[in-house]
């Protein structure tokens, strides 16, 4: 039996990588990836006890960390109501161009969309497509089968397809 550091040291040895990509993901911003990635590890520090073994270390510690992200998503959209009742606005893209204000336009639409899946599937096309994991961690690191993730990332792709028709349609 390895003793907690060495499980840790072996974690962050191996697969950082991916946790960084797994949350850059879920959060886009660099330095909240940073601040997800650090919490989820120090959780799980404290938390180390009561991981029981049912499941690799590196999926209980990225199971972690997809919670983290979302409670920090969650803390943001509470600021950003609360930034928009003063009637604060960001203005970050005052000063691009006009190609570079449509491009960004596109990209705020498919987050957006993203954003608006169920969180079901918006953690399955994270974690299962765009995290870099094999199949059955990703599975395993959303509780379910391969099948079932392959389902949930099927029907997420069906709702983001029917989601950007729906705004190409109503903008033209």
């Known amino acids: 039996m390895e003793t907690r550091e060495q499980a840790f040291e072996q974690l962050i040895d191996e697969k950082l990588g991916l946790l960084r990509g797994t949350a850059m993901r879920i959060l886009g ?20 006890a009561g991981y029981r073994g049912q499941s690799e ?6 199971r972690i960390l997809i919670n983290e992200c979302y409670d920090m998503v969650r803390d943001r959209a509470r600021e950003q109501e609360v930034l928009a009742d003063y009637g604060e606005t960001g203005g970050a893209n005052a000063a691009v161009s006009e190609e570079e204000a449509e491009e ?6 498919l987050e957006d969309a993203v954003a608006r899946l169920p969180k079901l599937y918006r953690e399955s096309l994270s974690v299962g497509v765009l995290s870099g994991y094999s199949p059955d961690e990703a599975a395993a690191m959303l509780g379910c089968s391969r099948n ?6 099927h029907k997420a792709k069906q ?14």
Do not use: C, G, H
């Not at 960004?104 to 639409?109: I, M, Y």
């Not at 079932?148 to 990332?153: A, E, F, M, N, V």
């Open 29 to 48: 911003n660099p330095a909240d990836v940073d601040d997800a990635v650090q919490a989820a590890l120090m959780l799980a520090w404290r938390k180390f």
């Open 57 to 62: 270390f590196a999926t209980w510690v990225t």
């Open 104 to 109: 960004v336009s596109l990209l705020d639409r």
């Open 148 to 153: 079932t993730l392959y389902q949930r990332i």
């Open 159 to 172: 709702l983001l397809s029917q989601s950007i028709r729906e705004v190409s349609y109503e903008q033209a």
